[in-house]
């Protein structure tokens, strides 16, 4: 059958349909197309493209050889992109062209149906070969731009590759902590925070957002006592700080200082440390879990390691580690750390073994260095690198080694040379994980302290800060701020940064200006002044100090003038007379009385008369009622019994 006549009869049966539905007709016609030209169009357009990337490769190549700049080799690519973008369009318009031969002239405006492959080929084309047009209220890149953006991309490479331009050290402020050592050092994760810790027994609480170029601390506490600050550490979250000091028991405090929670102290008695509920000795370090915000980790001279829980309401340890020696006596750990997953717990002690243990299993170690310092020198620190193979320590014996936990019988590298005298100076990684920094120790008025920086892999010294005329103790590379603080020996924690490289932190508080103190405000007495008052109201004129110092002279009260001696009788209790004294007022009238009291019936005899003739007191009550008395009369026998001699008589 002729397609023509097959066609026409769907057109009027459609006109029918549509008729009897009420409506004029089904909408415009789809656009029909041709494959073969399709398929013959996208043959062609990629043989093209294949032809001129290999044409662009052998400018390269020849561009290369010949030694052009950048900036001509550029040129010469735009060009040709140019050229391929114009054929590219011009094969679009083209194939446009082709396709729409065979439909309505009326359908361009409103297409029905699938979208035309060569369209989309076309335009992917035009995207490879042609860069975007800009978008509105930008400007177009030009080949100056292209080669600051090189030029950027140039000193990344060298960033990358020399980690040392990386170290923030341009700037630097120094926070006043005291007179003495600072032994602790910790940063919050956010870097908002400071607390620095030391020998004077205090803690003191720095907030960068809060302090102004003045840089005084915001809190400063002893918490401990009198007990020397050893450790501090924030917890992962950041709000709570662990606090260990020369005291046995660890403590926790919140952000602002006030007491969380205090560890349980053991039984010293007690010969199996395992037994007790938490160290009975000093302790030396603590850290918190990386991963398990409440749980914490403290190591003590009573030769324990112990975990703990903030959480435990009987404030006893959860597990106990016990290091061994050789012989299988005990060992006192002189500092701890987690790995960085908080699987493995690590302790270095005072025979030069590093001892790791599992965390779940607190019996057996899981891998043991023996030799790894000198025996009787104190570690004072362990640090494990970001990736979690390397670990760090840091030795009494004035060294610095790494360790492959893979393969822990002998270190990958040792440096020497670095003098040691705290027992908890630092070692810790670079937030890259390529450089390892920590501090020399020196005598007092024999040179600086100095803050060393080692590459991670060849470990040779690569760079180096002299921090101050003291001790470099206590190191912390914040990976956040990108600022690394220092506590030295002489009382001084310093923070170094670079105002590009680091964030917030130091930068936060040297551009605020010092606050002006507020002068308290005193009361005065003000002075009216009228200059037609009376004169009983004007206030006497001051004259010459020296006569009003004759004139206080004269008066007897302002003078204190004492009081002359009595003459006469006495008056207002003074007594006069031989002095005037109390002692001559005493010989006078009793000691020296002439009267004979040594019989008193016969003193009291002497008033007898006087009170018969005119009684005062007793007599006139009883005058009318009192009978007359009515004495006993001697006789003979009693004259007789008193001639009796003495020992004759009756004793009554």
Known sequence: MDPNKVEEASDSEDGEMASVMGFSGFGKKARTFDLDAIFETTRRTAIERSQRILEERQNDTQMEEE?????????????????????????????????????????????????????????????????????????????????????????????????????????????????????????????????????????????????????????????CECHQIRSLQYSVTGDVILVISGNAQAKVLDRDGFNVMECAKGDQYIVDMAKTKGHTAMLNSGCWHPKIKEEFMT?????????????????????????RSFQGKKVVPTCCTYSRDGKLIAAGCQDG??????????????????????????????????????????????????????NFKKPVNVATGLTNYFSMTDCCFSPDDKLLVTGTSVKKDEGNGKLVFFDRTSFQKVYEIEVTNSSAIRCLWHPKLNQIMVGTGNGLAKVYYDPVKSHRGAKLCV?????????????TQDYIITPHALPMFREARQRSTRKQLEKDRLDPKKSNKPEPPVSGPGRGGRVAAHGGTLSS?????????????????????????????????????????????????????DEEADKEPEWKKRKI
């Open 67 to 223: 030694g052009e700049s950048s900036k001509s080799a550029k040129s010469s690519v735009h060009t040709q992109r140019d050229k391929a973008a114009a054929a590219a369009s011009s094969r679009k318009q083209e194939s446009d062209s082709s396709s729409d031969s065979g439909s309505d002239s009326d359908s361009d405006s409103d297409l029905i149906g699938p979208p035309l492959p060569p369209q989309h080929t076309a335009q992917d084309d035009g995207n490879e070969l042609m860069r975007p047009p800009p978008a509105p209220g930008s400007t177009a890149h030009s080949d100056e731009d292209d080669d600051e953006e090189e030029e950027d991309d140039d000193d990344d490479d060298d960033d990358v590759c020399n980690p040392v331009k990386k170290i923030p050290d341009t700037h630097e402020i120094t926070l006043t902590h005291g007179t003495r050592t600072v032994s602790a050092l910790a940063l919050d994760p956010s870097g908002a925070r400071l607390v620095t810790g030391g020998y004077d027994y205090d803690v003191r609480f720095w907030d960068f957002a809060g302090m102004d170029q003045a840089l005084q601390a915001f809190r400063s506490l002893q918490p």
């Open 585 to 637: 007022f005493i010989v006078k009238n009793i000691a020296l009385d002439k009267t004979d009291d040594s019989n008193p019936r016969q003193a009291i005899l002497r008033h007898a008369k006087e009170a018969s003739e005119n009684p005062y007191w007793v007599a006139p009550a009883y005058t009318l009622t009192q009978p007359e008395p009515l004495f006993a009369e001697e006789s003979e026998e």
């Open 511 to 523: 551009v605020k200006s010092q606050r002006k103190e507020k002068q308290a405000e005193t009361l």
């Open 299 to 323: 190591c003590s001279n009573d030769g324990t390691v112990r975990t703990w829980d903030v959480n435990s309401e009987k404030k006893q340890h959860k597990s106990v580690f016990k290091p």
């Open 353 to 406: 073994t590093i001892q790791i243990w599992d965390r779940n299993l607190s019996v057996h170690t899981k891998f043991h260095c023996r030799q790894a310092h000198i025996p009787g020198s104190e570690t004072s620190c362990l640090a494990f690198s970001y990736d979690g193979v390397t670990l760090a320590s840091r030795g009494g014996d004035d060294t610095l080694k790494t360790w492959d936990i893979r």
